[in-house]
């Protein structure tokens, strides 16, 4: 057997991809490893409990808010309290301006220089500093819609980064007044810069059509949380499962249930577990989150311009589910449509000005699961308590440990297609590079490892010795 | 009345002050952290060390040493500041402080220091001890990871509240302040509930259960207001 490995970059944290060819010369298998490792479940140990929220959000740059919220939910069960209304909305308020500005990072600033930039252009310039010289005022725009989901955080928890806002039992603060006024008047030029890029990427659909046809695209399961109307949802509501036929395979299931029908598996070459649908085994039960798995499960997006993407969405697919890894791009700028919609009408809300945020109580429950929907995919934090409130357990399973196997199905694919004989060319290492970004990967979160690393790729022959290897710096 | 002077400036202070006291009330900044108004100073931390010119350069904490007439003291110099620093680097090496998750970030003593030390870093290896959270009572917790081992809630329980709770307990780098000899918080007969333990201590080690990170607020000048209310007999 041969091996080929291939470094990534432009994700968050850093991966390595090894290529084993048969003795047919083609590839007989993938494996996108993830090699770091942080300890997170590790160290919570001891803490209390109130401290949680804002020690994992530390997890990561991109997504704190992500882990403080889930973070605070779990804290909720464990003190066995209903979250008080203002709170509920101005948590979603906030998980919202989280999707506005970690899907505009990633669609403006990681991956549109692939898009439109061309997959062969050179390296030294495919990047946002590239976008800004050709495209100059597509990247202003991506900068401005990252931003406004930035002051959305920063409204309500005090900066934009890290703030630690979200409590077990609610939050700190409501929304003022002034920060309301200034974040509506706003959202009319972030609702057309949106809907600007869904122009473009619609546009652009057949010049991509041998990266859709090769990114990823497999039949398989698709979960996230849908409302119990069946609405996109991101916060709260039950687990769905469905095909790609888009039956559902399952549905309303209890998020706190989650090791009922979900199982974690280890292998030795990657510190990145590997979570499955339990019912469907390992590794049959492959299944995706994130922003096209969000899409596929819900029956509607529940707001009237995200519902009218979606309808065009769904028209890729004849209304089955659509099956391209490719397409979490689209994906994602729909979800900025919806987030920004939803973003209005909670504006419009007197509940977010109110001052009653916060439910206190004692330790109340001995274990506790919080389950809400990142930009990335179904996040889960499970905590188990003693009587004092002082954390004993911690398991964490994030968006990017779901995508796991689908990532690694993905690399095959791409690596069967674009490989041609011996040699990682540059065209193989950007796609391969380019199918792992699809899914916006957030390598720190999912190993709760840290820094940004390169990734690498090596190609093995039949016999495992090393034929061919090309990184990224 | 005593003469003497601090960075340059003629000073007069009463017999018995200490030069602590005669800098603030000349507005000259000397920093402190084991020090608070209202409880007896000890001079543990070295924090407040100044500089006696003619006592041929020793170093002395400010807040035990007592003025004398003639004394040429430096407050504020390169020499002073660099080493109020290393002290303040070794009580950071010492324990784990980790401003972004300690529920007093922003509001606290030692981040105060800190910031006005220009500590940027630390150039001694942390050690990192695995020190327990004692979280049994029922309003206050108290997490040794944070303790610098100031004594003022030691000095605050027995001077302020006469509750005589707060002890230190083991050796050297082992000390723990401990209450009841070493019982579990709740265990503590003695204690009373009062807080002002909590209000005395300058970072987030005695702190009120159930504060997030970044929550805890604390008013130490609380317990100089006490003493000064006490009717005096």
């Known amino acids: 057997m041969k091996k080929i490995k291939v470094p990534v970059t432009r994700i968050e944290g850093h991966g390595l991809i090894t290529l084993q060819l048969g003795e047919d010369g083609q590839v007989a298998e993938a494996k996108f490893h993830v090699t770091e490792t942080r300890g997170f479940e590790r160290f919570c140990r001891g803490r209390p409990l109130w401290e949680m929220p804002a020690l994992t959000a530390r997890i990561c740059g991109i997504c704190p808010v992500s882990h403080l919220l889930c973070s605070a939910k779990a804290g909720d069960e464990i003190l066995a309290v209903r979250v008080p209304r203002a709170a509920d909305k101005l948590r979603r308020l906030m998980n919202l301006g989280q999707f506005v500005q970690s899907h505009a990072l990633s669609f403006f600033h990681l991956s549109s220089p692939d898009l439109l930039l061309g997959w062969d252009s050179d390296p030294a310039t495919r990047n946002v500093f590239g976008l800004v010289e050709e495209r100059p005022e597509l990247a202003r725009q991506g900068i401005w819609l990252r931003a406004y989901g930035q002051r959305v955080i920063e409204a309500l928890g005090g900066k934009k980064i890290h703030p630690a806002w979200a409590v077990p039992g609610g939050v700190r603060s409501p929304l003022s007044p002034e920060d309301r006024d200034a974040l509506a008047a706003d959202l009319p030029r972030a609702l057309s810069i949106v809907q600007d890029a869904l122009a473009l990427y619609r546009g652009h659909l057949d010049d991509w059509a041998e990266e859709i046809e090769s990114f990823g695209n497999f039949p398989s399961l698709f979960m996230s949380l849908v409302a119990p109307d069946g609405t996109w949802e991101h916060y709260g509501g039950g687990i769905r499962f469905v095909d790609s036929q888009r039956r559902v395979v399952a549905d309303g299931l209890a998020p706190a249930r989650y090791q009922d029908y979900i199982a974690e598996h280890v292998e030795a070459w990657s510190y990145l577990k590997f979570p499955y649908y339990k019912e469907a085994g390992y590794p049959e039960g492959l299944y995706r989150v994130g922003p096209l798995a969000r899409l596929n499960c819900c029956d509607r997006m529940g707001t009237p311009l995200a519902d009218e993407a979606l309808d065009e969405f769904r028209a890729l697919a004849d209304g089955k589910a659509v099956t391209s890894s490719f397409h979490y791009h689209y994906a994602r700028l729909i979800e900025i449509l919806a987030a920004l919609e939803r973003i209005g009408n909670y504006l419009e809300d007197p509940d977010i000005l109110s001052p009653r945020v916060r439910a206190e109580a004692g330790i109340n429950e001995l274990e506790g699961v919080g389950v809400h929907e990142a930009p990335r995919g179904t996040l889960l934090h499970h905590y188990r308590v003693d009587d004092q409130g002082l954390i004993q357990w911690v398991n964490l399973i994030v968006s990017t440990g779901h995508n796991n196997l689908a990532m690694n199905r993905t690399v095959l694919q791409i690596a069967r297609h674009y490989l041609h004989g011996r040699e990682i060319t540059e065209g193989l290492l950007n796609r391969l590079e380019g199918g792992i970004r699809a899914y916006d990967p957030c390598l720190s979160c999912s190993v709760h490892a840290v820094g940004m690393m390169p990734l690498k790729v090596q190609l093995f022959g039949p016999s495992g010795e090393l034929i061919s290897e090309r990184a990224r710096p | ?233």
């Open chain 2, 1 to 233: 009345m005593i003469r003497l002077q601090i960075d340059g400036r003629p000073v007069e202070a009463r017999p018995g002050q200490t030069i602590l006291q005669a800098a603030h009330q000349a507005g000259i900044r000397i920093p402190t952290l084991c020090f608070l108004e209202g409880l007896s100073p000890v001079g543990s931390c070295r924090i407040c060390l100044v500089e006696i010119e003619n006592w041929n350069g020793k170093l002395v904490p400010a807040c035990v040493t007592e003025v004398e007439e003639g004394l040429r003291v430096v407050a504020n110099s390169p020499r002073l500041r660099e080493l109020r620093r290393r002290v303040l680097e070794l009580l950071f090496a010492e324990r784990n402080h980790i401003c972004a998750i300690c529920v007093s970030s922003g509001h606290c003593e030692l981040q105060d220091l800190a910031c006005e030390l220009g500590m940027d870093s630390v150039r001694f290896p942390y050690r990192f001890p695995g020190l327990a959270v004692d979280a049994s009572h029922r309003k206050f917790l108290i997490d040794h990871n944070r303790c610098v081992l100031c004594g003022r809630c030691v000095r605050a329980c027995s001077e302020v509240e006469g509750a005589v709770t707060w002890g230190f307990a083991g050796r050297a780098v082992h000390t723990q302040v401990a209450p009841d000899l070493g019982v579990p918080w709740v265990e503590a007969e003695s204690c009373t509930e009062c807080g002002k333990c909590v209000q005395a201590c300058p970072v987030g080690a005695i702190v009120e259960r159930g504060k997030a990170t970044a929550e805890q607020e604390k008013r130490p000048q609380v317990l100089v207001e006490i003493t000064e209310r006490r009717p005096r007999g």
